[in-house]
């Protein structure tokens, strides 16, 4: 009896520290004047993509992305089409890029809200494709490219594999090509190494005549300490 009043009064301890209220206080102002900074600092002719995804990282999402867009940012990141909904229905009317792959089935979300969709794979692509051609409309898309983070996307070598089909996929618009860097903070030489890696990709497609209004690699941490690799 003597262990099981201790385990119980252990639970409730632990009960209680989990429903005990909890806030976050945000300044606003703190964040759209970063935002204008940032803007600042990259400079003209770079788009700011402003990542909301996660609840904003636990600051909000729908209040820190009208600041942000507010202050300059140009484009929303989110994780999947459910976050992007979510912010159409707050009015926000700005262009909202999902990072991660579409599961089947969600392809109808990026059509109906206006979505970026990153594609990760052909067979992505062509669920996309046939959803697009059935309501008549271009949907933009962005070119996902594995250099070494070793989370989705394509290989350089798929790329070459599949291009073909890719790009004559039928209500796909081919706005931007990415990557994503593994540790932009704490390894230059491999940063650099998933640049040339990228730029190679990006200038092996533009001889077979493909070619993206948008190339863009730099996480935050890449852009305060690699100017030439903000891109687009």
Same mark, same amino acid.
């Given at each position: 009896?003597?262990?099981?009043?201790?385990?119980?009064?252990?639970?409730?301890?632990?009960?209680?520290?989990? $429903?005990r209220p909890r806030? #976050?206080?945000?300044? %606003?102002?703190?964040?759209?004047?970063?935002?204008?900074?940032?803007?600042?600092?990259?400079?003209?002719?770079?788009?700011?993509? @402003?990542?909301?995804?996660?609840? =904003?990282?636990?600051?909000?999402?729908?209040?820190? =992305?009208?600041?942000?867009?507010?202050?300059? =940012?140009?484009?929303?990141?989110?994780?999947?089409?459910?976050?992007?909904?979510?912010?159409?229905?707050?009015? #926000?009317? @700005?262009?909202?890029? #999902?990072?991660?792959? %579409?599961?089947?089935?969600?392809?109808?979300?990026? $059509?109906?809200?206006?979505?970026?969709?990153?594609?990760?794979?052909? +067979?992505?692509?062509?669920?996309?494709?046939?959803? @697009?051609?059935?309501?008549?409309?271009?949907?933009?898309?962005?070119?996902?490219?594995?250099?070494?983070?070793?989370?989705?996307?394509?290989?350089?070598?798929?790329?070459?594999?599949?291009?073909?089909?890719?790009?004559?996929?039928?209500?796909?618009?081919?706005?931007?090509?990415?990557?994503?860097? @593994?540790? =932009?903070?704490?390894?230059p030489q491999f940063?650099? +190494?998933?640049?040339?890696?990228? +730029?190679?990709?990006?200038?092996?497609?533009?001889?077979?005549? #493909? +070619?993206?209004?948008?190339?863009?690699?730099?996480?935050?941490a890449a852009a %305060?300490?690699?100017?030439?690799?903000?891109?687009?």
């Amino acid at each position: 009896m003597k262990t099981e009043t201790k385990g119980s009064r252990s639970t409730e301890m632990e009960i209680e520290e989990k $429903v005990r209220p909890r806030w #976050i206080e945000v300044n %606003l102002d703190a964040v759209g004047r970063n935002t204008r900074r940032v803007k600042e600092m990259i400079g003209d002719g770079v788009k700011l993509l @402003a990542v909301v995804k996660g609840d =904003a990282y636990g600051l909000g999402m729908v209040p820190v =992305a009208h600041t942000v867009i507010s202050q300059g =940012a140009d484009l929303l990141g989110v994780t999947n089409p459910d976050e992007g909904v979510i912010l159409r229905n707050k009015g #926000i009317d @700005a262009p909202i890029f #999902i990072f991660r792959p %579409l599961l089947p089935g969600e392809e109808e979300l990026v $059509v109906n809200y206006q979505l970026i969709s990153s594609i990760s794979s052909l +067979q992505q692509a062509e669920r996309l494709s046939d959803k @697009a051609r059935i309501y008549g409309v271009k949907v933009p898309v962005h070119l996902k490219v594995e250099t070494g983070l070793g989370r989705t996307g394509f290989l350089p070598s798929s790329i070459k594999e599949h291009a073909d089909r890719l790009f004559s996929l039928p209500g796909l618009e081919w706005e931007g090509i990415y990557t994503h860097f @593994a540790s =932009a903070a704490g390894d230059p030489q491999f940063t650099r +190494q998933q640049f040339r890696l990228f +730029q190679s990709v990006v200038e092996g497609l533009k001889k077979r005549g #493909i +070619q993206f209004p948008l190339c863009h690699v730099c996480n935050s941490a890449a852009a %305060l300490l690699y100017p030439e690799m903000r891109l687009d």
